[in-house]
Every structure is written in structure tokens, then in C-alpha cells.
Nanobody, 121 residues
């Protein structure tokens, strides 16, 4: 069974930094495009950043210049480095990854359970 597990969330002060990580585990699979969504209380889900298997990236306008997405293919991990954090960045952050199962070659989108980031003084 394939799982995505996020880590790195917590409480930080405005202007601070935090790095989120998401690792895929299991067997007999390959990782494709990956990324991060976030959802704040009372707001709709927002796509924060994406990274393709070729390492091309995109960012939401709200985080450009502050967040950096990266991946470590050997570790099957995607990271989100968050700098200059603002209170409006407070949300549950979810990673996703397109996973291809070697048996059958089926591709599906997997999600982590989320990690809470709270930006407050």
C-alpha cells in the first residue's frame, strides 16, 4: 500500500520560516508530479505549489518569492520551504503525488493527511 506522510508543521511567528516534507512509502510504484495544497478554516482549498517529475515548478501568486518547492527523487520526497511567513499562511497543508503502480501501470493521485501550520505572534 502506498502512503504519503507529511511532517514539519507547527507554530511559527510572522516572518519566520518552516519547512514541510512529504515522503511516499510502499513498494512497486513510481512518483510523478507532486505538490502542495492548503486549506484555511472557512476558506476553499488553494493550490500552493507544484513540481513535475522534470522539476518544473509553479507557485500561487500569494506565495511567490517566499515559498520554494523541491523534490528528492531518491528519497521519494517533496519539500516546501516557507519563508517570510504571514498569518494568512495559516492552514492545513496537504501534499499530493501522482503514483503509478508498477503492476498494471495504473496512475492515481494520492494525498497525505495534512499538517497544520499556524503563523501567529
Amino acid at each position: 500500500q502506498v502512503h504519503l506522510v507529511e511532517s514539519g508543521g507547527g507554530l511559527v511567528q510572522p516572518g519566520g520560516s518552516l519547512t514541510l516534507s512529504c515522503a511516499a512509502s510502499g513498494s512497486d510504484f513510481s512518483v510523478g508530479n507532486m505538490g502542495w495544497y492548503r486549506q484555511a478554516p472557512g476558506k476553499e482549498r488553494e493550490l500552493v505549489a507544484t513540481i513535475t517529475s522534470g522539476a518544473s515548478t509553479t507557485y500561487a501568486d500569494s506565495v511567490k518569492g517566499r515559498f520554494t518547492i523541491s523534490r528528492d527523487n531518491a528519497k521519494l520526497t517533496v519539500h516546501l520551504q516557507m519563508n517570510s511567513l504571514k498569518p494568512e499562511d495559516t492552514a492545513v497543508y496537504y501534499c499530493y503525488s501522482y503514483i503509478t503502480r508498477h503492476y498494471g501501470g495504473y496512475t492515481m493521485n494520492y494525498w497525505g493527511k495534512g499538517t497544520l501550520v499556524t503563523v501567529s505572534s
